[in-house]
């Protein structure tokens, strides 16, 4: 059909590049600072909220067509061939297959093994694996030509059980002291196996890349993205690109949470061969079927744990072995693996124990980074050993925490001697005040014992209370970020401004408040004079991916340093205060900029080849404490509250580093109750968001966040960072709680009201009417 | 930006019904349904749209007598605002609060629901427990179909092609208990897994009369249950009742697992709610 | 089919198929991208907007739907915003009492759900309900966040309700 054109069309002035206003406006008054308690407004806020910050998918790009993806529809077989219907006119339509691929056909990451799109004769590993593109001047015309594209396929045997896959993408085995002595030994052991599976990351903003050709023979791409260098480096390899031809520049991101760390490298490629070939721009908006169809999610996981313990409650031995499901290709597989071997412990002392891990392949879409990174999956299991060890020696789990959490000085598996920051007892403390858990704790114990008096009548729901404990570590494992090498920049430049200039991407955390917030602070001016250079690789420095709750405490680090090199600088010349003389050093010698390396942290040195050493510079701390309210009919979970006590080194802006614990433990809490992705034949069934639910504001909790401050010295502002902290301890706090109010354990996650009816079911606590059901 | 069908957009009922029986159009009230459909990722969308939002035949709630009508743009908003309703359809309303959130509810149409025939349609079995007609109209004239001879399948109504749901009557009963019950995966937003309606006049030593139990999300349309209705008839809600309910319920239903549950978990379901809704009613 | 409405203040006739989407004769007809798209289905709200005051999602709508009607979307709800259709004399955004309370609270994280979750909350405050912590939490339960866990928005929200300068009548 054809679209009239519109009698009154408004232009649209939005140039690509052009960025929001960022000055607030709000007449002084309006706006309380007292309730950012000091700190400083969202810097790009005023823009979210008037809907003038530009996303992907509102960035106009005149002339631009619309790219899509042909997609396998098996999950393994070989390519033989694309068939183009002969009926449909192909000259309105661009395609682009591997053979278009002017440099490797790698989606380059930890190991070369992704295709950008799969040759013909290769091998396709998974659903919704890419294997064509396609793009057209308007959406009718790519609507028309995907139906009429139709692969040639001889369909392989494919492997979804990852206990049953014999491709190993990585893994580990951490041992200290002698566990089967140990066990052997032991008063109690106490076995586990937990199981956990997908979950979506579901931003909000859908995926989205929009590829415009550059003169130089190069692209641009504007996108919805955390990474930046990552698809830098990505387009340079699959594209042949020298470093100026590949450009990425990121565009307002609606939320990435781990899902917009590695995925993008493959939009970004897409649509930049789409417009390579069509020597114009080309958008790839994802929907939500397809971004949740075909993009990354959290690494299912089977953790077996045996723990050993002395009657009088000593943690005597920890065996752990833990199968990732990585899906069909490497991505950051290895590295997930690793944060979650490392974390399998939990937090606490232990002279033996033994870890052994691996990440295999199997014909799913490949899994990915997810906020918490393999450290929620395995400390799921690590709590719940806790919580049950707890229940049959009869001791409290709180009280059994307080007795086995790190302190100082204490070993970890990886011989690391935890010389600071070590606040693991006094967020437990923390949050088990403020939620009043021991009190709260005799009062569902006395309702259960009243119902179990009653034989099952009473009131329709039963209440529980949970607690959690977790560590995190601060920053890349190992001896990662000395491989990055970050860069972080400032400038003063000639006409007297100061910019700060990282890789470091907003994506609703709070990058581009924090980092002037610092600046300011070292600089000694307000933080009105720091601006922010856009994210963009023709302008700002490698200052590494953001992830891994790195950007508050690495990078921001950088951006310290490297400030204070610059006041140093200006003050040397100019003998007087950086604030009162910056502007006057601009005018007379020009601009000053300063690059900042990362260094290694004094004192922390790691193996990568024996996993011996100090696997973190520093850990994060954190507790839950969480209540719910069970329906005993229907196994209906409401976590009503949420008490959160989270240690983050120092607290840069406390309203932001709040919603990072609020926004965390929400996605903690669906992770634990409703959020699965439900798999048939490597296919994801619920992939809309009418199947795929993630929490209202209905089912939400309460949340009561505390920040604790217990400061990491590597870094110069003793910040730890936060974002990843509460994803790992909503999930065990949300299970055990249903457990303090049915009796039951849930093993899988969700915790969904299937699985608690068909455990009450098990365990013969079911009321009488269900016998005759 | 999906396929956008031809449409037309009659101001008055008899325009829409010449189109309907001339054109077969797929008609869209509230688009809550309909607007999903069309971005073709569920099926082909539809060829023409036939759009009912301006029929002002079709709106307003009124009570003549003993008999509630509701026109069949009545949306789930002014159902939970309407007096009338909250007086003499309080289940009606009640069901109408469960569904979607604030903008489905100001979009989304009584009439919608009934057409859609989903067999998760959370207004459905309030309208089988009350024994509702749903009037339905076409060039022909109009008839009045009761609720349960109207869903006749998966998706299957007992509409012809050329008819529209005009309008939903619902007798007023002082003497009659309706109780509403859905288990879905969350509190907003979500599609019911068991949706439950009981209804019953109070016989007092006489037990229940004319009980009615009515469920969706268990079987391919919304449905009766007759075998249990049969079988609490004349009963008082005894705990011995509320316990051989849950056993007959549970035999009689047939559910499927499907990507929102099980059929283990909603024959179970089914027994307990039903139990529950039965415990209350009896104060034990 | 030509269709009028009114959109944030200004009298727009559009000619565009009847069965396009509210959202998409915002975004791409009249260039008002505030307005965002997180699922077209219906259960994100990220595409809310006021129609005649009520709150609906703009993907379930069809433009004949909203034709003689009166739309305003989030550019519309600062008041010195005139119109809020792109101008190139756009100034600097003024912010609303309760758009001012999402920026003190820290309601708005990443933004993509945000300028919906204030059309939904200005439904709300319009609406005169009391602004109980529950009241909040139904009305902005069809406007999913993945940031805040909606802490800071129903804060947010609650402290616009309270604030004299709110002018609910909008």
Redesign the interface.
């Known amino acids: ?1 054809t ?12 140039a690509p590049g052009r960025s929001a ?1 960022d ?1 607030l ?2 007449a002084p008054g ?4 007292g ?2 308690r000091g700190a400083p ?2 810097r ?12 992907a ?2 960035l ?1 790009f005149p002339g631009a067509w619309y790219g899509a993806t042909i997609r396998s529809t098996q999950a393994h077989a070989r390519l033989d061939g694309l068939e183009l219907d002969p009926g449909f006119d192909w000259s309105k339509v661009v395609i682009v297959t591997a053979a278009d691929i002017p440099g490797e056909n790698i989606v380059s990451l930890i190991s070369d093994d992704q295709p950008v799109l799969v040759p013909q004769g290769g091998e396709i590993r998974h659903h919704a694996e890419p294997v064509a593109l396609l793009a057209a001047a308007d ?2 015309t790519l ?1 028309a030509a995907r139906r009429r594209v139709t692969l040639r396929t001889t369909e392989l045997p494919p492997v979804f059980d990852p206990l049953r896959s014999e491709q190993v993408f990585a893994h580990f085995d951490i041992r200290t002291g002698d566990v089967d002595a140990a066990l052997a030994g032991a008063d109690l052991v106490i076995e586990g196996t937990y199981r956990v599976g997908h979950q979506e ?6 995926q989205a890349m929009i590829a415009v050709p550059r003169e130089d023979g190069g692209v641009a791409v504007h996108g919805s993205l955390q990474c930046p260098y990552y698809i830098h480096k990505a387009m340079r390899r699959a594209l042949r690109f020298d470093d100026r031809q590949a450009q990425v520049v990121q565009a ?6 781990g899902g917009k760390e590695e995925y993008p490298s493959m939009i970004a490629l897409h649509a930049a061969l789409l417009a390579l070939k069509c020597r114009r721009p080309v958008r790839m908006i994802y ?3 397809e971004d949740i169809a075909a993009t990354t999610k959290r690494h299912p996981a089977i953790v077996k744990y045996r723990s050993g313990v002395s009657r009088d409650g000593r943690l005597l031995g920890q065996d752990i072995e833990i199968v990732m499901d990585g899906g069909a290709y490497c991505t950051l597989s290895p590295v997930v693996l690793s944060r979650g071997t490392l974390h399998a412990g939990g937090p606490y002392r232990c002279e033996n124990v033994r870890i052994q891990s691996r990440a295999v392949a199997t014909n799913t879409p490949p899994n990915g980074a997810f906020r918490g990174f393999g450290a929620p999956q395995t400390e799921f299991a690590a709590e719940m050993q806790v919580d049950r060890i707890a229940e049959a020696l009869g001791a409290s789990p709180l009280e059994l925490r307080r007795r086995w959490v790190y302190q100082l000085g204490d070993v970890t598996p990886t011989g690391q001697v935890l010389r600071e920051s070590v606040a693991g007892e006094e967020v437990l403390a923390r949050a088990a005040e403020a939620s009043e858990f021991e009190r709260l704790r005799e009062r569902t114990a006395a309702a259960q014992n009243l119902r179990s008096a009653m034989g099952g009548r009473g009131p ?1 729901t039963a209440s529980g209370i949970g607690l959690a404990l977790a560590w995190h570590g601060a920053g890349f494992t190992g001896s990662g970020e000395v491989h990055l090498a970050s860069v972080a920049s400032v400038e003063l430049t000639a006409d007297g401004r100061i910019t700060v200039l990282t890789a470091s991407t907003e ?4 990058t581009k408040t924090i980092f002037p917030q610092l600046a300011a602070t070292e600089l000694g001016v307000a933080i009105e004079e720091v601006e922010m250079a856009p994210q963009d690789t023709a302008l700002v420095p490698d200052s590494g991916p953001t992830v891994a709750s790195r950007t508050a405490m690495v990078v921001g680090g950088l951006v310290i340093k490297a400030c204070r090199r610059l006041r140093e600088q200006v003050e040397a010349r100019t003998g007087q205060p950086f604030a009162e003389s910056y502007r006057e050093d601009a005018r007379l010698r020009g601009a000053t900029r300063v690059d900042q390396r990362f260094e290694p942290y004094p004192g922390i040195e790691f193996d990568d080849a024996t996993y011996r050493g100090d696997a973190y510079p520093a850990f994060g701390w954190a507790a839950c404490v969480a209540e719910v309210d069970v329906d005993l ?4 979970v ?1 976590v009503r509250n949420v008490v959160a006590a989270d240690d983050v080194g120092r607290v840069i802006h406390p ?2 580093a ?2 990072q614990v ?6 903690a809490v669906g992770y634990a109750t ?1 959020e699965e992705i ?1 798999v048939q034949d490597g296919r994801y ?2 992939d ?4 795929y ?8 909790p ?2 009561t966040s505390i920040l604790v401050e217990a400061p990491f010295s590597g870094a110069p502002h003793g910040a730890k960072g936060v974002g990843e902290l509460p994803m790992d301890v909503g999930a065990p706090a949300v299970v055990a709680a249903i457990h303090d109010a049915t009796g039951v354990w849930i093993h899988e996650l969700p915790a969904t ?2 699985r608690i ?2 455990a009450l ?1 098990a365990a013969g606590s079911d ?4 016998a ?2 | 930006m999906p396929y956008e069908p031809p449409v037309e957009s009659p101001m008055h009922l008899r325009d829409a019904l010449a189109i309907l029986a001339s054109e077969g159009s797929r008609p869209i009230a509230g688009g809550t349904d309909v607007m999903v459909q069309i971005t073709g990722e569920l099926g082909p969308p539809p060829e023409r749209m036939l759009d009912l939002w301006h029929l002002q035949e079709l709106r307003g709630i009124a009570l003549t007598g003993n008999t509630l009508s509701l026109g069949a743009l009545t949306t789930y908003t002014e159902i939970r605002r309407s007096g009338r309703c909250r007086e003499h359809a309080p289940a009606l309303v009640e069901a109408a609060a469960t569904i979607g959130a604030a903008q489905i509810q100001n979009r989304g149409t009584l009439g919608g629901n009934i057409a859609n025939a989903s067999p998760a349609g959370d207004t459905l079995p309030v309208l089988l427990a009350m024994d509702a007609e749903i009037v339905v109209g076409s060039l022909r004239g109009e008839r009045s179909i009761p609720a349960r001879a109207f869903w006749t399948g998966y998706r299957e109504t007992a509409l012809a092609p050329d008819e529209l749901v005009l309008r939903v009557l619902l007798p007023t009963d002082p003497e009659r208990r309706v109780r509403f019950r859905k288990v879905g995966t969350r509190r907003a937003q979500a599609i019911s897994k068991v949706v439950m309606a009981l209804s019953w006049r109070d016989g007092s030593s006489a037990g229940w009369q004319d009980v009615r139990l009515a469920l969706g999300s268990v079987a391919d349309r919304p449905i009766r249950a007759k075998e249990t209705e049969a079988m609490l008839e004349g009963r008082l809600p005894t705990q011995a009742t509320a316990d051989r309910a849950a056993a007959s319920i549970a035999a009689e239903i047939h559910p499927i697992d499907d990507v929102r549950s099980t059929a283990a978990y909603r024959r179970a379901v089914t027994a307990r709610v039903l139990h529950r809704l039965i415990r209350d009613a009896g104060g034990w | 089919m030509s269709y009028r409405l009114l959109v944030n203040g200004d009298p727009v006739e559009i000619d565009v198929p009847g069965m396009r989407r509210l959202l998409d004769v915002l975004r791409e007809d009249l260039g008002l991208t505030g307005t965002k798209e997180g699922c077209g289905e219906g259960e994100c709200g990220a595409c809310s907007v006021l129609l005649d005051g009520d709150v609906v999602d703009s993907c379930l709508v069809p433009i004949c739907q909203a034709d003689g009607h009166v739309i305003r979307t989030v550019e519309g709800l600062a008041p010195a915003s005139g119109s809020g259709l792109p101008s190139e004399t756009a100034a600097s955004p003024q912010l609303d009492p309760l758009q001012a309370a999402f920026l003190e609270t820290g309601g708005a994280q990443c933004g993509i759900c945000t300028p919906g979750m204030l059309m939904a909350g200005q439904a709300f405050l319009a609406s005169g309900a009391d602004p109980t912590d529950e009241a909040i939490r139904e009305a902005i339960a069809g406007n999913l966040c993945r940031c805040t866990g909606y802490t800071k928005i129903i804060e947010a929200i609650a402290l616009a309700a309270a604030r004299p300068s709110f002018d609910g009548v909008g």
């Open positions: 059909m679209i009239r054109t519109p009698t009154r069309r408004v232009p649209f002035p939005g206003p000055a406006v709000v309006e706006v309380g600072v309730r950012a407004l969202r790009e806020g005023p823009a979210k909220l008037t809907g003038l910050a530009k996303y998918d509102d106009v959406r009718e609507r990351q579901l931003y909000i903003e859908n307002e991101t609606g939320g990435g949470f929907d939500r079927h329709a994506m609703g955390q709070g009919d229907t196994g209906e409401a309203v932001l709040e919603g609020e926004g965390g433990t929400l996605q409703i439900k069934l619920n809309r968001l009418a199947t639910l993630i929490p209202t504001a209905l089912d939400a309460r949340i009201p299937e009816l068909a079911a009321e009488p009417r269900a005759s059901a």
